[in-house]
């Protein structure tokens, strides 16, 4: 066997990590936008499919992780090559989550069922998972194509998201005052908007590592984590 | 250098990676522990003092991250020894984000201190941050001492924090039903009751590295992630 052999063998296994992390991004994407509308036509057999769906993402990030771990004890690479592996890692468990947080969302869809979403409502989650979505989509092809600038400007437009579930959690409010029927569903519709604006944030978090990959430093300047919501009712 | 020598600095290696992991476990516990008698007695200053000692968690992931990328490069481990540095690197970021949640609970105590919480709710709070404390707790001894047996225990009690977290739950919808002007503090406080929860699954998430760290295999049978409550409305 010569090195070159070796390394064929090796770049193989790094293109194995890297095509199965965009299977799980495709298989996370398609299950956010699925829930979500899943949630906005109260479709239950749609939300169905997502809740089934989520073992995929489980069973990937398994496979990633036993792939990555046999990597780096056969081949112990070196600086970059490395942290190729431990970003796959990392991906992975990020893209792992973005599904969790899609199945929440379908099966909060049988108890709003009763809801019948008022349109304005449904409007502004459908708002708040495009940009989630979008960020999703972008960072996936960053991660195709490593353009470090393209990765920074998608970790600084966290604060659209979050500017929108502002909005939204407001406007859930004011629904749950004016009626206490429209409390329970509404609570659901919290935590379905919660979930999306924190999709949102694994986008930025896989931009980062990403540009971590890429440099071998993390991006620089603070990203605050957490949404605006937390002080609704202090002003 | 003899080969001695050499272990031994690489025994130095990974007794820092389980120092500082028992280091941040300490700090997550103490900013959990501070934020729910923050929230409890709504006092501003430890929410304050729990906000700003967050960065001591991210600083430490990001230090237990490289140290661990360094040790894998320079000391090329093989099995057991690698599985230790990998489950590092997973302890430390589940551990990073037991604090993230610790600190959205004291972000929120500003907010909901107009309420004046209600006994009942304070102490279905405290229950919930008590059993989660305990795991994180003993999630943290297991990571001393190993006990595989112990490991596995933890994971099955999640169970009970969900049972306590649905009640809760239920509990604060009624608040928010009986009166419209509870809506707005009983919204942060469910999800800070989310956060807590969320806790658990970390810790469980934990149990469940200490048992592959040591045994090389994932622990068996499947955990149910999600809490109860995303039908709570449906029955």
Same mark, same amino acid.
Request: glycine fraction near 6%; include cysteine.
């Given at each position: 066997?010569?090195?070159?052999?070796?390394?064929?063998?090796?770049?193989?296994?790094?293109?194995?990590?890297?095509?199965?992390?965009?299977?799980?991004?495709?298989?996370?994407?398609?299950?956010?936008?699925?829930?979500?509308?899943?949630?906005?036509?109260?479709?239950?057999?749609?939300?169905?499919?997502?809740?089934?769906?989520?073992?995929?993402?489980? =069973?990937?990030?398994?496979?990633?992780?036993?792939?990555? %771990?046999?990597?780096?004890?056969?081949?112990?690479?070196?600086?970059?090559?490395?942290?190729?592996?431990?970003?796959?890692?990392?991906?992975?468990?990020?893209?792992?989550?973005?599904?969790?947080?899609?199945?929440? =969302?379908?099966?909060?869809?049988?108890?709003?069922?009763?809801?019948?979403?008022?349109?304005?409502?449904?409007?502004?989650?459908?708002?708040? $998972?495009?940009?989630?979505?979008?960020?999703?989509? !972008?960072?996936?092809?960053?991660?195709?194509?490593?353009?470090?600038?393209?990765?920074?400007?998608?970790?600084?437009?966290?604060? !659209?998201?979050?500017?929108?579930?502002?909005?939204?959690?407001?406007?859930?409010?004011?629904?749950?005052? @004016?009626?206490?029927? =429209?409390?329970?569903?509404?609570?659901?519709?919290?935590?379905? $908007?919660? =979930?999306?604006?924190?999709?949102?944030?694994?986008?930025?978090? %896989?931009?980062?590592?990403?540009?971590?990959?890429?440099?071998?430093?993390?991006? @620089?300047?603070?990203?605050?984590?957490?949404?605006?919501?937390?002080?609704?009712?202090?002003?």
């Amino acid at each position: 066997m010569t090195p070159t052999h070796i390394v064929s063998i090796y770049d193989e296994e790094l293109k194995y990590l890297t095509r199965r992390i965009s299977e799980m991004g495709g298989t996370a994407e398609q299950m956010v936008g699925d829930s979500v509308r899943a949630l906005v036509n109260t479709d239950t057999a749609l939300a169905q499919k997502v809740i089934s769906e989520d073992v995929i993402l489980d =069973n990937a990030e398994r496979q990633i992780n036993e792939k990555a %771990i046999i990597t780096i004890a056969k081949r112990q690479p070196m600086a970059a090559d490395l942290r190729e592996i431990m970003g796959a890692i990392r991906i992975a468990a990020e893209l792992e989550r973005v599904g969790d947080l899609g199945k929440n =969302n379908a099966k909060r869809v049988i108890a709003i069922q009763s809801l019948g979403m008022p349109r304005a409502l449904a409007r502004g989650l459908e708002h708040l $998972a495009e940009l989630a979505l979008t960020q999703l989509k !972008e960072v996936l092809d960053v991660y195709a194509t490593r353009d470090t600038d393209k990765a920074k400007e998608i970790r600084e437009r966290d604060d !659209e998201i979050d500017a929108i579930f502002t909005s939204l959690f407001r406007e859930l409010l004011t629904y749950m005052m @004016e009626d206490p029927r =429209n409390i329970t569903p509404c609570t659901h519709l919290l935590f379905c $908007a919660k =979930n999306i604006e924190r999709i949102g944030d694994h986008a930025t978090n %896989i931009a980062e590592t990403i540009y971590y990959m890429a440099t071998g430093t993390p991006p @620089e300047g603070e990203r605050p984590k957490d949404d605006h919501t937390t002080s609704v009712g202090a002003e």
